[in-house]
Every structure is written in C-alpha cells, then in structure tokens.
C-alpha cells in the first residue's frame, strides 16, 4: 500500500496526525531519559558535560587505571604511546594524539566512551577531564596547571587540525583515477 | 573446436567456451592421459548414516575452512577474523566465515533488553525495542561490508608472501534484512539543520561513526538477519547499521543509538584511523566509499595447480559505487588480457564471482584481475596507486594496517611446479 493511501486512512480514522502515517512503534524518550547514553563531544564542544580535571589530578587515576597498557608516562607499555609527536614522513609513520589527532574533544569522547578497556564507564566525568588535561600536558598541549572544563578544551588546538583534505561532500574517491 | 584458441596470453581461453563447447570441449582439452580404477561400494554407503542436527555445521573433511585470528587469547585490543575466500565460491559469505573486527569483545547482548535510540535533531526523539523494529515493512538486499584496512599488506614495498585470506579477508558479502533508516527517521522527523547521524554501538567500546544525512537518507539499513538468520553476534547481533559499500567500520555494530547532529563526531575511528596519510604528509579525511576491486581467490596462495591442463581461474569484484561492469583477467602478467564471465546475479554493491576458463601449459604464469564498475570507474594498476597515495616505507606484516582503502589489482605468480606466489606485476 503505498505511504499516501495510508496516510489518508489514517487521518479518516481520526487515528494519528500527518507524521502518523508509518506503524508508530517507537516510544517517546526525553533527554534526562536519554542522558546516560548521550555522550557524543562534538568537536565545538557540544555535549561536554558539567565537571574539571587537571593533569595534577589526572595523573594518579592514569597510574592506577591506563598505565598497565599505555606505559607509565604515556609511552613504552603495550600499546601505541599516547604521547610524542613524530615527524609524519610517510602513510606508516606513528599516528600519535599530538602529530596527528585535528580535534581535542575526540580524546575526551573517546576516554569517556572506551576507557579504560576492562571497565568502560566506569570514570566520572570529572575523572576524564583530569586524564584528559593529563595527557594533554604530557604532549606539551597545554600547561600543567591548566583546567579542563567545557569551555577551556574545545579551545586547545591540536597541532594537526588543518592537516586534513576532507573527500566528503565534494569528491567522492576514484574520480580522478580514470584510466 | 575454435572455442579452443586462446583470446589472450598463456592460455586464457574464451569465457564462453564452456556455453558452446560442453563435453567435447572438456575431452578435448583433458586427453584423458590416466584410466579410472574399477569402482567399489564405500563403507558409508553400506550402512545408515547419522542423525540430523538441530543445527548443521559443515563436514568434517572440511576443517580448513576457518576464520584465522589475529588474537585469539582475546589480548586487550583489537580482534580480526578473516574469511577463507581460497576455499569459498559463489557470492555470499557463510555466516560463520564472515570476517569479524571487534575492537572490544563482541557483547552478549540480550535483545529482550536491548533499545536503538534515535534522538538530536529531530522532532521526536524515539526508543524502539527490538520487536517493534522487527514489525516494521522489511527489505533484503545483498551487499559486501568490507573493512577500510582490508588489502593494506599491499601497501608493503614488497609483496607480502601471505594467501588471499590474509590480504583480502576482511570483506565479506552476505543478504541482509531489516528495515530502511529512513522509515524510522520518517517517524522521528528531521530537523533542517540535521546534516550528520552520529551512529553508536552497545559494545565495551560504544563504538561511534559519523554518516552523513544524505547516505542515511538513500540506502541505509538497521539490520536484523544475515543470509536469513538473525545477525550473528560478531557482526552485530541484534542489530546493525548497514550502509551498502562505504567502509565497514562505519556500519556500527550492536547498534544502540543514532544522534542527528549538525556537525560531524570527529570520532576516533574516523579522524585518526581511517584517515590515510598521503606522500607530503596531509591526510584523507572520510574517505567512504570502498572502491571498485578484485581478486582471483582460485588459483592462489594454497590453492596450488596439480600438473598442466585445464583450470577455471575465479574471483571476487566488487565496487561500492554500484555494479560491476567488466572484469578483465592477465595470465602474463599484464601483458595481454581477456574478459571473465560474470556469474549473475550481478548486484549493486555487492560480490560478483567471475570466471575464465584457462589452459595450463605447465609454465611460468602471473595471473591478475581488474575490475570496472558501472559508475565509470576502474580499478587502478599498483603504481597508480603508488603514485597517487605512496606506500610503505618498509616490508609490513599482514597484521600491521599502514594505510586504508587499496584497490590495486593482486598478481599470483605460478611456477612450474604448479606452486603460487603472491607478486607485484
């Protein structure tokens, strides 16, 4: 049945309104119902939540919580070295938050979303800021006594951010390589 | 018998020899050079065979066909499992065998309890259960997913000797079903500033993407069965996104929320993975769309020849700009090329087998495929590629992904011993 005809049943039987027409099985949730979930930091700084951090206070929940894997300043564990800024000289050099990362609320989402790895959400929010601003200073970012809070970490610019050729919308891949 | 002249270098015969030419043909080419044993009864079919299972699983002579694992003690990273395409044929990829990325574990989730969220800018944000997304009007189609670092070992500056699943096995193709995105964002409505849908999944990990509005909009799917069953829990059981031909990682998986924004995440994964750096040092910055390749998967690495004559070399195109058009097969290298068969059906976005047939003269051979897709679009030679997006500074495992979205042709070397080699040609 096609969706017009539907919709004209549907307001016959006085049942929905215009945005009615489909089966409507969805539940209407509010924001404070949804706030648990909703932890997307855009990179302006939209969805930062209430809270601060700085390295000083960082550092001890880093030791306890990211050091096993991360190494205990931030290089030299198991996995990639969250900090160091390595010339980028070829597509293998190492990618790190300092040489190649454009936005500085990625590192909070990201913390806040997937770390640590065996208890993800499992830090407060004021904890993310403080190894946010950890690792920020570590790289040199920003100072050792800054605070990081929603209005101070959309503003450290990353070294990389014009770094970048955006390929959406304007030029989808394979365009130019016609033989 | 001209069916039997070679239309291209080293014995690619025409690809449709085997329409015309039936049983003559094959007599022709074999000479029947060994005589067959007098036959007797087999043991199994002297006596009954066993029960049915309640749910079937291959035969065990058929052991070889795993996904191999890239940390399998479940180390706290990333896990791969990469489809055995040496050992598959057709289109579809069975649903044990398609690969699997779980940077997290994959989740236990019990889909009683799970809910796909739908919030942002839109006019009512919804919460929908699994059973009601499952009494929505329901599509199926069939669609490669294939990850953004699939064929990175072929960014190494020298071949890495490794088999088509190590190279290429982190793409599989399968029929999905469930219900179109834009059903539900009919529903939700769209506020005009919407330009971006950040896309969320359950996992330890929330992994999240950014796609924009308009790919939700054309051909996005939230996903509830994979070849007919429900998804499996690797690839994002209950539900999935499924966008048809952009990088895999942006089809998030466990999927449990969709945010309408105005701005793109800036996520992770899509500002610093699959970002590939380019010669001079700037980076590609969503890159998308998993373009237009192919691949022989027989013969090749493993799949060694058993002495001169006959075979059917076969493969994989795809392109995620739509059909494939034309595929073209080397056995010299490059040199001289003929046209495959292409198996129908022949779909938008998803796998496409193709065949030739092909006289072994029990000489040197360097097989290879290229691909056109029906948007125009070939698959590049390897130095165009090089050319265009550099390469590794120095040889790489197959674990390593140095870079993103290769689509340079694959060329396997035959030896007189029927051996196989993976080459640069």
Known sequence: M?????LFIALALGTGTAT????????????????RWDINVLPDGTGLPKGSGTSAQGAPIYAQKCAACHGANGHGGPNRPLVGAPPIKAMDSERTIANFWPYSTTLFDFIRRAMPFQQPRSLTDDEVYALTAYILALNKLIGEKDVMNAQTLPKVRMPNRDGFIPRFPDKMPGAEREL | MKDLIPVAGNGLLDRRAFLRGGAALAAAMTGYSVRAEPLTDAPWSKEPGSLVEPYGGPSKYEKAALRTLSNPKGEPRTQHGRTPHHLLQGMTTPNGLHFVISHAGNPDIDPAQHRLAIHGLVKRPLLFTLDAL???????????????????PLFSPEPVQANVQALHGLASCAEWTGVMLSTLLEETGIDPQAKWI???GGDAQHLSRSVPIGKALDDAMIVLYQNGERVMPGNGYPVR????????????????????TEQPGMTYYESRTYAPILPGGKAYQFYF????KSFITQPSVGVELKGPGFY?????????NGRIARVMVSADGGQTWAQAALQEPVLAKSFTRFRIPWQWNGGPAVLQSRAWDEAGHSQPTRAQIIAHRGQGSKPTPVTAFVSQHYNGPTSWAIDATGGVRHVYA
Not at chain 1, 21 to 35: D, R
């Open chain 1, 20 to 35: 009615a027409a489909g089966p409507n099985l969805g539940q209407p949730i509010s924001h404070a119902e949804l706030a």
């Open chain 2, 198 to 200: 950040v896309a969320e």
């Open chain 2, 134 to 152: 499952a009494r929505y009007p329901m599509v199926s189609r069939f669609t490669f997913v294939e990850c953004g670092g699939n064929s990175a």
């Open chain 2, 241 to 260: 996104l499924l966008l048809p031909g952009w990088e895999g990682n942006m089809n998030v998986k466990w999927l449990r929320r969709l945010q309408l």
């Open chain 2, 289 to 292: 769309v998993q373009e237009v």
């Open chain 2, 312 to 320: 059917e070399i076969s493969g994989i195109a795809y392109s995620g």
């Open chain 1, 2 to 6: 096609s969706m017009p005809r539907l």
